[in-house]
T-cell receptor, first 114, second 113 residues
Framework: DAGVIQSPRHEVTEMGQEVTLRCKLISGHNSLFWYRQTMMRGLELLIY????????DSGMPEDRFSAKMPNASFSTLKIQPSEPRDSAVYFC????????????FGQGTRLTVV | SQKIEQNSEALNIQEGKTATLTCNYTNYSPAYLQWYRQDPGRGPVFLLLIRENEKEKRKERLKVTFDTTLKQSLFHITASQPADSATYLC????????????FGGGTRLMVKP
């Protein structure tokens, strides 16, 4: 398995534009996390899915952020409209919700909103 | 509110010495705690998991302790090497159900040759 795959690796966009980040889970994993990492706030949990269902989205900063899992292996995180303060590295991670297993992270998407 | 605190200041040590990193938490009753390593430009990578009923866990040069009374975990790297230089993060399950992982801010370790 190639691991968790995120795309794009880098995204530069203008304020007000829509941004879509993509994540492909490891085959067989049934939990997905989206995180955002900045120097100031560290690694923040945005949303958690289990078996394609959003379980907790309390970390999603605003209504401008939305996440979906259209199927068991794929997820998107959308920001509309984007703002400069959304600039960060966004990670997705997948795991099995078995016996407290480890999370596997993608390489991240570095988003810059200008 | 729930908090996971790690020393935000970088830890600088000499090669061959033991590095000790600290993770403190409040308002959690975790069933386990995990440690991850993160290199620049990459996602975190899992290192070790320790359960609430375990006092200590070892893996090669790594050792983790877990004190649920002090609400603290210590992460040790013995015989440190420059290749150990990275940021180390601890993680707990937010809802104590073992599912939702939340992370501390991480501590950057620099091992000098």
């Amino acid at each position: 398995d190639a691991g968790v795959i995120q795309s794009p690796r880098h995204e530069v966009t203008e304020m007000g534009q829509e941004v879509t980040l993509r994540c492909k889970l490891i085959s067989g994993h049934n939990s997905l996390f989206w995180y955002r990492q900045t120097m100031m706030r560290g690694l923040e949990l945005l949303i958690y899915f289990n078996n394609n269902v959003p379980i907790d989205d309390s970390g999603m900063p605003e209504d401008r952020f939305s996440a979906k899992m259209p199927n068991a292996s794929f997820s998107t995180l959308k920001i509309q409209p984007s703002e400069p303060r959304d600039s960060a590295v966004y990670f997705c991670a997948s795991r099995n919700t078995g016996d407290w297993t480890e999370a596997f992270f993608g390489q991240g998407t570095r988003l810059t909103v200008v | 509110s729930q908090k996971i605190e790690q020393n935000s200041e970088a830890l600088n040590i000499q090669e061959g010495k033991t590095a000790t990193l600290t993770c403190n938490y409040t308002n959690y009753s975790p069933a386990y705690l995990q440690w991850y390593r993160q290199d620049p430009g990459r996602g975190p990578v899992f290192l070790l998991l320790i359960r609430e009923n375990e006092k200590e866990k070892r893996k090669e040069r790594l050792k983790v302790t877990f004190d649920t009374t002090l609400k603290q975990s210590l992460f040790h790297i013995t015989a440190s090497q420059p290749a150990d230089s990275a940021t180390y993060l601890c993680a707990l399950a937010r809802n104590n159900a073992g599912n939702m992982l939340t992370f501390g801010g991480g501590t950057r370790l620099m091992v000098k040759p």
